[in-house]
C-alpha cells in the first residue's frame, strides 16, 4: 500500500484518487470487500484500474479469523461431533447463499463475505478430519483433485458465475489434496519439487503485488498496455514478491524480530501505519482527491467524468424505477407545448442534457423515462434484470399521456451482439454483457440477433400505439477507453497546452460493429418512425476517416461509451432539429 501511493499520487485523476483513498482506508481495516461490493454498480470505477481491488480476499480471510476462533470456543463445550455439524451445516449454508446470490446479483456475490466464508470453512472441516485419525493416501483421489483445480484455471471464464455451485469444482478438488495425497502420493512428489515450493514461498507476495503492477501500468499508459508489458509486470511481480519475502517476510517470522524485536514495537508500527491510512483515506475522501497531482490541471479536464446528466436521479435501475416520480423530477419545459417523452436505457440519458436544455427554451415539453440496460418493452429479462416492469409502467403512463414524439435511444449493438466494444488501438471496454434471455434461441447463434430484434421492433409497434410518432435514435459511436482520462494523460505530456489533442476511433470500424444494428432498425418501414444517426454528425466530420472523441478543449464522452453533457450539446442543433420535424409532421 505504502508503494502504491506515489504512483497513485501521480497518474490519477481526482476521483480516482479519492476511490484509491478510501480504499486503503477499507484495507487497514480489513472490510475493503465490502467497499468494492458497494462499488458494484453501471457507473463504478474500472476493476482493473483498482490498485486494492485484491485485498477483498485477504478481508474475507482476516474477518473468518475474527469470527470462526471465537464460534469455535462457544461451542466447543457441546463435544467435538456437534461442532463440526454445526461447521457443516454453516459451511452449506454459506454455499447456498452464494449459490442464491450468484443468480440474484453476481457482482455483489463475488465480495460478499457470507457467499465466501464456505470456501476457508472446508478447509476447517479438512482439519477437523486429519485431527481425529490419519487418512490413507490415495493417489487416485489426490490426483482427481488437482485435476478439479486444473479444469476450473482452464475451463471457468469470466462468465461463469463465481462463487457458485461450480465453486465446488475447484475447492473440492483442493479439499481432495489436502485430505489425500500423502507423503508418497504422486501429487505430493509433483508439489514438492522445487519450482513449485518456490512459487509457493513467495505466492503471498506475489499475490499483494500483481494487482497494483497491472493497475499502473494501465494507468501510466496512453493506451492499453500491450501483452509484452502485461507479461512483464506478471514477471516483475515475482521479483518484487521474492525481495519481500526475504527482506519483509521472513525476517517477520523469526523470532526474536530483528528490527522490531518487542511485541510493543511490532504493534506500534502497525498501529501507525493504520492511523496513517484511516487518516489518508478521510482526507482523500473529503478533498475528492484535489490534492493528486493531477489537481493541477485545468477543471474542464478534471470535471469531464463527472460532465453528465445533472438529473442523476432520472436514470434509474430497472428495481427502482418509478414512473410518477420520474415524471415529477425529470420533466422540463412549458406544459401546454407538445409532449416529448424520452425513453431507452443509459444511451437514452446521456442525450437528456441537450433535450432538457432545448425544452427550458420553450421548444416543447420534455420528460425523461430511462432505465440502466433496459428498453420499455416486453419481454426482455436478463440474469440479473427484469425490464417487465419498467415497460408496464411506461406503457400505462403514456397510454394516458398520449405524447405527440417519443424519443428511443438504446445501445441497440451491445445488445445484439453481446459483445463490448474494442476500439484496435488499445482501447478495450471492460465488463460481461448480460445478455437478454430468449427461451428459443441461444445467446451467441446465429439466430439469436433476429429474434431480440424482433422483440426490439414488436416494442416499437407498442411504442406507436402509445405515442403520435416515434423518433428512433441510431447507434452512438463508442470510444472504447476512457476519454477523460487518455485527455487528462495527453494533457501531462504537454502540460499547459490543449490545442492540439485529439482522440477518435475508426470511422470504418463504426461501421462493420454496427452494421447488423443499422441495416435492422432500417429496414422498419413506417411512415410515423422517423431517425436520427449521431454518426453523420460525429464521423468523418471534425476529424476525416474517424470519429471524434474529444478535439483541443471540448471533451465529448464521460467515460467509454457515454456522451458527456458537452458531447449532448456537441450533438444538440441536429437532434433538435430531427424533434421538431417528429412533431411537424402528419
Given at each position: 500500500m505504502?508503494?502504491c501511493?506515489p504512483f497513485?499520487?501521480?497518474?490519477?485523476l481526482?476521483?480516482?484518487f479519492?476511490?484509491?483513498?478510501?480504499?486503503?482506508?477499507?484495507?487497514?481495516?480489513s472490510?475493503?470487500?465490502?467497499?468494492?461490493?458497494?462499488?458494484?454498480?453501471?457507473?463504478?470505477?474500472?476493476a482493473?484500474?483498482?490498485?486494492?481491488l485484491?485485498?477483498?480476499?485477504?478481508?474475507?480471510e482476516?474477518?473468518?479469523?475474527?469470527?470462526?476462533?471465537?464460534?469455535?470456543?462457544a461451542?466447543w463445550?457441546?463435544?467435538?461431533?456437534?461442532?463440526?455439524?454445526?461447521?457443516?451445516?454453516?459451511?452449506?449454508?454459506?454455499?447456498?447463499?452464494?449459490?442464491?446470490g450468484?443468480?440474484?446479483?453476481?457482482?455483489?456475490?463475488?465480495?460478499?463475505?457470507?457467499?465466501?466464508?464456505?470456501?476457508?470453512?472446508?478447509?476447517?472441516?479438512?482439519?477437523?478430519?486429519l485431527?481425529?485419525?490419519?487418512?490413507?493416501?490415495?493417489?487416485?483421489?489426490?490426483?482427481?483433485?488437482?485435476?478439479?483445480?486444473?479444469?476450473?484455471?482452464?475451463?471457468?471464464?469470466?462468465?461463469?458465475?463465481?462463487?457458485?455451485?461450480?465453486?465446488?469444482?475447484?475447492v473440492?478438488?483442493?479439499?481432495?489434496?489436502?485430505?489425500?495425497?500423502?507423503?508418497?502420493?504422486?501429487?505430493?512428489?509433483?508439489?514438492?519439487?522445487?519450482?513449485?515450493?518456490?512459487i509457493?514461498?513467495?505466492?503471498?507476495?506475489a499475490?499483494?503485488?500483481?494487482?497494483?503492477?497491472?493497475?499502473?501500468?494501465?494507468?501510466?499508459?496512453?493506451?492499453?498496455?500491450?501483452?509484452?508489458?502485461?507479461?512483464?509486470?506478471?514477471?516483475?511481480?515475482?521479483?518484487?514478491?521474492?525481495?519481500?519475502?526475504?527482506?519483509?517476510?521472513?525476517?517477520?517470522?523469526r523470532?526474536?524480530?530483528?528490527?522490531l524485536?518487542?511485541?510493543?514495537?511490532?504493534?506500534?508500527?502497525?498501529?501507525?501505519?493504520?492511523?496513517?491510512?484511516?487518516?489518508?483515506?478521510i482526507?482523500?475522501?473529503?478533498?475528492g482527491g484535489?490534492?493528486?497531482?493531477?489537481?493541477?490541471?485545468?477543471?474542464?479536464?478534471?470535471?469531464?467524468?463527472?460532465?453528465?446528466?445533472?438529473?442523476?436521479?432520472?436514470?434509474?435501475?430497472?428495481?427502482?424505477?418509478d414512473?410518477?416520480?420520474?415524471?415529477?423530477?425529470?420533466?422540463?419545459?412549458?406544459?401546454?407545448?407538445?409532449?416529448?417523452?424520452?425513453?431507452?436505457?443509459s444511451?437514452?440519458?446521456?442525450?437528456?442534457?441537450?433535450?432538457?436544455?432545448?425544452?427550458e427554451?420553450?421548444?416543447?415539453?420534455?420528460?425523461?423515462?430511462?432505465?440502466?440496460?433496459?428498453?420499455?418493452?416486453?419481454?426482455?429479462?436478463?440474469?440479473?434484470r427484469?425490464?417487465?416492469?419498467y415497460?408496464?409502467?411506461?406503457?400505462?403512463?403514456?397510454?394516458?399521456?398520449?405524447?405527440?414524439?417519443?424519443?428511443?435511444?438504446?445501445?441497440?449493438?451491445l445488445?445484439?451482439t453481446g459483445?463490448?466494444?474494442?476500439?484496435?488501438?488499445?482501447g478495450?471496454?471492460?465488463?460481461?454483457?448480460?445478455?437478454?434471455i430468449?427461451?428459443?434461441?441461444?445467446?451467441?447463434?446465429?439466430?439469436?440477433?433476429?429474434?431480440?430484434?424482433?422483440?426490439?421492433?414488436?416494442?416499437?409497434?407498442?411504442?406507436?400505439?402509445?405515442?403520435?410518432?416515434?423518433?428512433?435514435?441510431?447507434?452512438?459511436?463508442?470510444?472504447?477507453?476512457?476519454?477523460?482520462?487518455?485527455?487528462?494523460?495527453?494533457y501531462?505530456?504537454?502540460?499547459?497546452?490543449?490545442?492540439?489533442?485529439?482522440?477518435?476511433?475508426?470511422w470504418?470500424?463504426?461501421?462493420?460493429?454496427?452494421?447488423?444494428?443499422?441495416?435492422?432498425?432500417?429496414?422498419?418501414?413506417?411512415?410515423?418512425i422517423?431517425?436520427?444517426?449521431?454518426?453523420?454528425?460525429l464521423?468523418?466530420?471534425?476529424?476525416?476517416?474517424?470519429?471524434?472523441?474529444?478535439?483541443?478543449?471540448?471533451?465529448?464522452?464521460?467515460?467509454?461509451?457515454?456522451?458527456?453533457?458537452?458531447?449532448?450539446?456537441?450533438?444538440?442543433?441536429?437532434?433538435v432539429?430531427?424533434?421538431?420535424?417528429?412533431?411537424?409532421?402528419d
Open positions: 505504502v508503494a501511493v497513485a499520487w501521480l497518474w490519477m481526482p476521483k480516482q479519492a476511490d484509491f483513498s478510501v480504499s486503503s482506508l477499507a484495507t487497514v481495516l472490510i475493503s470487500n465490502f467497499y468494492f461490493l458497494s462499488q458494484v454498480d453501471y457507473f463504478a470505477p474500472n482493473e484500474l483498482q490498485p486494492l485484491h485485498t477483498w480476499s485477504l478481508a474475507v482476516e474477518q473468518y479469523y475474527l469470527i470462526f476462533p471465537f464460534t469455535l470456543m461451542l463445550r457441546f463435544g467435538r461431533d456437534r461442532v463440526f455439524a454445526v461447521c457443516v451445516f454453516f459451511v452449506l449454508l454459506s454455499l447456498a447463499i452464494a449459490e442464491i450468484s443468480r440474484e446479483s453476481a457482482g455483489r456475490n463475488f465480495f460478499f463475505t457470507f457467499s465466501r466464508l464456505w470456501e476457508i470453512g472446508v478447509g476447517s472441516i479438512c482439519a477437523f478430519i485431527d481425529r485419525r490419519p487418512v490413507p493416501s490415495n493417489n487416485l483421489l489426490s490426483l482427481v483433485g488437482l485435476g478439479a483445480i486444473i479444469f476450473a484455471v482452464f475451463g471457468f471464464d469470466s462468465t461463469m458465475p463465481f462463487p457458485s455451485l461450480y465453486a465446488v469444482v475447484p473440492g478438488g483442493t479439499a481432495l489434496i489436502v485430505i489425500f495425497s500423502g507423503r508418497n502420493t504422486w501429487v505430493t512428489r509433483l508439489l514438492q519439487t522445487a519450482p513449485l515450493v518456490g509457493g514461498l513467495v505466492s503471498y507476495s499475490y499483494l503485488w500483481h494487482q497494483p503492477l497491472f493497475v499502473f501500468a494501465r494507468l501510466g499508459s496512453l493506451r492499453e498496455p500491450t501483452f509484452t508489458v502485461m507479461l512483464s509486470c506478471a514477471v516483475a511481480s515475482f521479483g518484487l514478491a521474492y525481495l519481500t519475502w526475504r527482506f519483509v517476510e521472513h525476517p517477520f517470522r523470532r526474536p524480530n530483528p528490527l524485536p518487542s511485541s510493543a514495537g511490532l504493534w506500534g508500527v502497525g498501529g501507525t501505519l493504520v492511523a496513517v491510512f484511516i487518516a489518508f483515506g482526507a482523500g475522501h473529503l478533498t484535489a490534492w493528486a497531482r493531477s489537481g493541477s490541471m485545468p477543471s474542464f479536464i478534471l470535471q469531464a467524468q463527472d460532465d453528465k446528466n445533472d438529473h442523476a436521479d432520472c436514470l434509474r435501475t430497472f428495481d427502482t424505477f414512473a410518477d416520480v420520474a415524471v415529477q423530477s425529470c420533466s422540463a419545459g412549458p406544459v401546454d407545448a407538445p409532449l416529448v417523452v424520452l425513453v431507452g436505457d444511451h437514452a440519458d446521456h442525450y437528456a442534457h441537450a433535450l432538457r436544455d432545448a425544452a427554451n420553450s421548444e416543447y415539453r420534455f420528460w425523461q423515462l430511462t432505465v440502466n440496460s433496459c428498453l420499455p418493452m416486453q419481454g426482455l429479462i436478463a440474469q440479473d427484469d425490464c417487465s416492469d415497460a408496464n409502467q411506461v406503457r400505462s403512463l403514456l397510454r394516458k399521456a398520449r405524447p405527440d414524439l417519443i424519443v428511443l435511444s438504446a445501445r441497440w449493438t445488445y445484439l459483445s463490448r466494444f474494442d476500439n484496435e488501438e488499445g478495450v471496454e471492460p465488463g460481461v454483457v448480460d445478455t437478454f430468449l427461451p428459443d434461441h441461444q445467446i451467441g447463434s446465429s439466430e439469436y440477433p433476429y429474434a431480440l430484434f424482433d422483440r426490439f421492433k414488436d416494442g416499437m409497434e407498442d411504442l406507436l400505439d402509445l405515442g403520435q410518432r416515434l423518433l428512433v435514435i441510431y447507434p452512438s459511436p463508442e470510444a472504447g477507453w476512457s476519454v477523460p482520462e487518455i485527455f487528462a494523460k495527453s501531462t505530456v504537454n502540460p499547459g497546452e490543449t490545442r492540439g489533442i485529439q482522440i477518435s476511433t475508426d470504418q470500424l463504426y461501421k462493420d460493429r454496427n452494421r447488423m444494428a443499422i441495416r435492422l432498425l432500417d429496414s422498419i418501414s413506417n411512415d410515423r422517423s431517425r436520427f444517426r449521431p454518426s453523420d454528425i464521423c468523418d466530420t471534425v476529424i476525416p476517416n474517424r470519429c471524434v472523441n474529444a478535439s483541443d478543449d471540448t471533451i465529448l464522452y464521460s467515460d467509454d461509451d457515454h456522451f458527456s453533457n458537452t458531447g449532448a450539446i456537441f450533438v444538440q442543433e441536429e437532434l432539429s430531427a424533434i421538431k420535424e417528429g412533431l411537424t409532421q
